[in-house]
């Protein structure tokens, strides 16, 4: 496969999931015009340097393994697809997604994990009027780098302590999920909060994000062990893939 | 172990269906208008409309088109590098012999 086609799979597939989404997206992204241009500009300084370390990551790996970006493509549409699908959460009566980093920093790796969250987010904000340009620096680090390498630290320390790998699997995605919607709080408590009430500020949209976001951690736990099962059973060549230390 | 699964899903979707069904006042918004929108208006910095707005007329539909042409002309032409035909890759061979 010569390097074109291989971008071109990359790419396309994350656009091919726009198919999947007819309708606006409900989620946890932090909207256009929500930060101040002070605080968009620091969480833009801080994902930085995760996206240019994990860039790197891919093109190594890519050149070890020329099928690693076929596969880093299909993680991407997962991501992409995960993170803006809405699910109804009966017990609280409203919508909210699953974030998809859990699952894919447990199969490619933390790093090429923001990468690839970068880009759906990317997409989400240009097209689907979902999370914000100028919001894009803030929920890449809620959701790509908090989410990517809690999950992964999580399966990593799970492990390590012989938990079985399927319910390390669940416990990165569950961690993940809530990681990413603790940042997300935090973020909007810190731009928003005034006269220094940014701690009773961060609890009150924790517990406002909690009716919704427990259940679907716990169901977003169930689908990356679902997943982590079924590629590890079906596919297990992927498994195989070159890993940089840190990925599964 | 699989009739477990299968009873524990249905479980879960009987216990959603009764949930969803007795919840009829719900609106069933996202989080982003419940919680991000809610506390972002209160603290004076309300959401502004998007930068590229696709959502005016059929726009929205033509970008799902061009998405769709453009996945799905990729999604076929590398199906087989995508998803090999089970027990073709050598990779799964060597794994197989080794176990």
Redesign the interface.
Known sequence: MTAVRRGAIASISCAAALLLLPGQAHAMHISEGILPAGWAAFWFLVAAPFLVLGMRELRIRSDREPRFKALVGLVGAAVFVLSCMPIPVPTAGSCSHPCGTGLAAILIGPGITVVVASTALLLQAMFLAHGGLTTLGANLVSMGVVGAYLGSGVFLVARKVRIPWLLAAFLAGLVSDWGTYATTSFELSAALARDGSMGSMFLVILAAFAPTQVPLGIFEGFLAAGAYRLIRTRRPELMDLPQEEGAA | MRAAIVVTVLAALA??FV??SG?C????????????????TA?G???????????QGDILLF??L???I??????GY?FR??FPRKGR?E??KE?RVRQ
């Open positions: 216990l959603a949930s969803v919840n006042h719900a609106r069933w918004e996202g989080v982003d208008e419940t919680v991000v929108k809610k506390f972002a603290a910095r309300p959401p502004r409309a998007p930068y590229i707005n696709t959502d970008v799902f061009l998405a769709g453009a996945g799905g002309f990729a999604g590398f590098e995508l890759s990779k799964v794994l």
